[in-house]
């Protein structure tokens, strides 16, 4: 039960700062007063580990995509809250960057972090400026594919395979010319494959068409046996995610823009 004194204690913004770098870093199962990474985070900023949960599901009921899954969530956000998620909405990455410094800044090692934080930002990284930036790009690619494994029940769309160390959030519209605030961690810009199909995806060997249905690349070959593993599937329907299916413009543009024709 979070104490009086605590209720009373506003929420900086350079501690909401680091919630918000724990909502994009960690899957959602992971979120909650018995996580590793909230109960570090708590016992650095003097708070209860209830309490640092809580904050991060109100900063969770401001996400728009969360909500296009069907997630409501907290309605308890501060006036912080809002300012802080109004920040990151309009200025994307650079606020990730901030975010990221904020929460290590909190921490005396890199020992601090769980193993799945490690995993999801990598624990190879320089230091200064150069490691924020590292760190927001892996944070965000970390954030669009855990809301692509829930969104697509933990199995690539075009064959049914369902080991996550194979799985691969790819985008549509590719991550280096989609627009970092609306685009790159937008939930219907995104397919779950496998990492083969993922591959010959970003060549643009295969593409989808609006209706869902695979298309392979007229340069693609017959001969060999991982040429077989893409003609197969032509013609194939993908299967839809529970929520945000791929979104036509996103499409036109991999047609137009990477598909290989």
Not at 10 to 28: D, H, I, Q, V
Not at 81 to 110: I, T
Not at 211 to 225: L, P, R, T
């Amino acid at each position: 039960m979070i104490g009086v004194a605590e209720r009373r204690k506003n929420w900086s913004r350079e501690e909401t700062l680091a919630a918000l770098f724990l909502y994009l870093a960690l899957p959602a199962r992971l979120i909650d007063d018995k996580g590793e990474d909230i109960q570090t985070l708590a016992h650095a900023i003097g708070r209860t580990p209830a309490a640092v949960s809580l904050k991060i599901w109100n900063l969770a009921s401001l996400d728009d995509r969360r909500r296009a899954r069907g997630k409501v969530g907290m309605v308890n956000a501060s006036k912080m809250d809002r300012l802080v998620w109004a920040e990151y909405s309009s200025s994307g990455d650079r606020l990730v960057e901030e975010a990221a410094g904020a929460f290590f800044d909190q921490l005396n090692s890199d020992n601090s972090m769980s193993r799945e934080l490690k995993e999801a930002i990598g624990i190879d990284l320089p230091e200064g400026q150069e490691r924020e930036a590292i760190i927001s790009a892996r944070v965000n690619q970390q954030f669009f594919r855990n809301t692509l494994l829930v969104n697509y029940r933990s199995r690539c769309c075009l064959t049914g395979l369902s080991n996550p160390t194979l799985l691969v959030a790819s985008h549509i519209k590719p991550w280096n010319v989609a627009d970092p605030r609306t685009e790159r961690l937008a939930p219907d810009n995104g397919l779950l494959l496998n990492a083969l199909h993922d591959k010959a995806f970003d060549q643009g060997l295969i593409t989808i068409t609006k209706d869902f249905k695979i298309v392979v690349s007229s340069v693609v070959g017959h001969g060999a046996a991982e040429d077989e593993f893409l003609w197969r599937y032509s013609g194939e329907r993908i299967t839809l995610p529970k929520q945000s299916s791929p979104r036509p413009d996103f499409i036109e543009y991999h047609n137009d823009m990477v598909f290989k024709g």
